[in-house]
């Protein structure tokens, strides 16, 4: 059965704190890893990553892939309280001809105290 | 652009009523999706469908069923609601032919009594 496994499931930090999210997977036909960033509504789109040891960056917010390990980590510096928000991770698992899906993780709650 | 807009945004209802979501999207996606959101249990997908036309089984389709009768829309119906089905549901939407992120839409909270 397909996997995605985030830790920690819940952080608490203050201002300024660097912060790492890990997810791990395990899925039949990997294709890409998505990070997104859910606030009070909808998920929003933070990065996707297809190919090992290529960093993506935005801004304080940087992940990386690791194929041969399947895992992925996303990194916050400098966290600020408008970062605290749910962070999910998900696999697209795809098989050619038939399902095209996201996979998700539980997500990760992060809450950045003043 | 609106991008994907799901309406109604609340809805409480009695167990064994019966309800129609509807998702519709903008972008001329030809892939959508419904999830469920539980606390504690991240996205589930319940039902997606990759054209017109056409829907397949997610995750958790058991309740459920939807239809797809143009692209831009998609409706997720729960026939006789139970209270098992109280969640906060996403639907979804991509574009074909490679590797492009999901676009979510606001969500409706959906209490059942």
């Known amino acids: 059965e397909d996997k995605v496994v985030q830790s920690p499931l819940s952080l608490v930090v203050h201002e300024g704190d660097t912060v790492t999210l890990n997810c791990s997977y395990e899925?039949?036909?990997?294709?890409?890893l998505l990070w997104y960033k859910q606030e009070k509504k909808a998920p929003t789109f933070l990065f996707m990553l297809?190919?090992?040891?290529i960093e993506k960056k935005s801004g304080r917010l940087s992940s990386i892939l690791d194929k041969k390990e399947l895992f992925s980590i996303l990194n916050i510096t400098a966290t600020q309280t408008g970062d605290s928000a749910i962070y999910l991770c998900?696999?697209?698992?795809?098989?050619?001809?038939?399902?095209?899906?996201?996979?998700f993780g539980k997500g990760m709650k992060l809450t950045v105290n003043p | 652009n609106a991008g994907v807009t799901q309406t109604p945004k609340f809805r409480v209802l009695k167990t064994g009523q019966s309800m129609t979501l509807l998702c519709a999207q903008d972008?001329?996606?030809?892939?959508m999706y419904w999830y469920r959101q539980d606390p504690g249990m991240g996205l589930r997908l319940i039902h997606y469908?990759?054209?017109?036309?056409?829907?397949a089984k997610g995750e958790v389709p058991d309740g459920y069923n939807v239809s797809r009768l143009k692209k831009q829309n998609f409706l997720l119906g729960l026939e006789s609601a139970a209270p098992s089905q109280t969640s906060v549901y996403f639907c979804?939407?991509?574009?074909?032919?490679?590797?492009?992120?999901?676009?979510f839409g606001p969500g409706t909270r959906l209490t059942v009594t």
């Open positions: 979804a939407s991509r574009e074909a032919g490679g590797i492009y992120e999901q676009y």
């Open positions: 899925v039949t036909n990997f294709r890409s």
């Open positions: 297809t190919s090992s040891g």
């Open positions: 998900a696999v697209d698992d795809w098989t050619q001809g038939g399902s095209e899906k996201l996979v």
């Open positions: 972008m001329n996606h030809e892939y």
């Open positions: 469908s990759v054209g017109e036309g056409t829907t």
